[in-house]
């Protein structure tokens, strides 16, 4: 009886390290994007990566705000989905939490967020000579609410998986092995 249960934990161990190198093969399947910098000044230069969207086809890019859009342009997949790209923020971007999205001509889409900072105000002469700056430790600590939307993945990694599985057939086993055991 026990080489029997031992030769169920092996098996599902097994099961289990097969599972984990398919990690290898479906990570590269999901689209995403990442942006560089995260905190951007309207102005500034703004490079993005993508990864798995359309391959060899047209992804457009945009900037998407709670009260500000627009498309930043476009940019092509080489075979695998895969492009970098560089964009200039507008200059008339007001300051706030965006997604930076991409929508490949197939559908697939991917976002990843930024910020981008408020412009500095242009001194006038009259007011340089009264600036006074100040700087409160509240105001720092909690950041300005936006309306922007927020994604929570929903997905599992490969691992996760692999672990409800092993949970699951260890489970099985475990009854099948008490099942038994009562006969």
């Known amino acids: 009886m026990n080489g029997r249960f031992f030769r169920i934990i092996a ?6 390290l097969f599972l984990i190198s398919l990690g290898n093969a479906w990570a590269h399947g ?15 230069n703004l490079e993005v990566r993508g990864e798995s969207l ?8 945009s900037l998407q705000g709670a009260l500000f859009v627009t498309t930043l342009g476009t940019a092509t997949g080489d075979a695998e989905g895969d492009f970098i790209i560089n964009f200039i923020i507008p200059p008339e971007t007001p300051g706030g939490t965006y997604l930076v999205r991409a929508l ?15 412009p500095p105000p242009t ?10 700056v100040s700087a409160t430790p509240e105001a720092e600590a909690h950041p300005e609410p936006s309306a922007a939307e927020h994604q929570i993945p ?15 057939g260890l489970s099985a086993g475990v009854g099948l092995f008490l099942v038994r055991t009562r006969d």
Not at 31 to 43: N, S
Not at 154 to 168: H, Y
């Open 30 to 44: 999901e689209p995403k994007i990442t942006v560089t910098p995260e905190v951007v000044a309207p102005g500034g």
């Open 11 to 16: 098996t599902w161990l097994a099961s289990l």
């Open 104 to 118: 490949g001509a197939d559908g697939k889409t991917a976002s990843a967020q930024i910020t981008v900072t408020e």
């Open 154 to 168: 929903r997905s599992r990694s490969t691992g996760e998986w692999a672990l409800i599985l092993l949970g699951l």
């Open 123 to 132: 001194p006038t002469p009259e007011a340089a000579a009264t600036v006074s």
């Open 54 to 61: 359309t391959e060899n086809g047209e992804i457009t890019i």
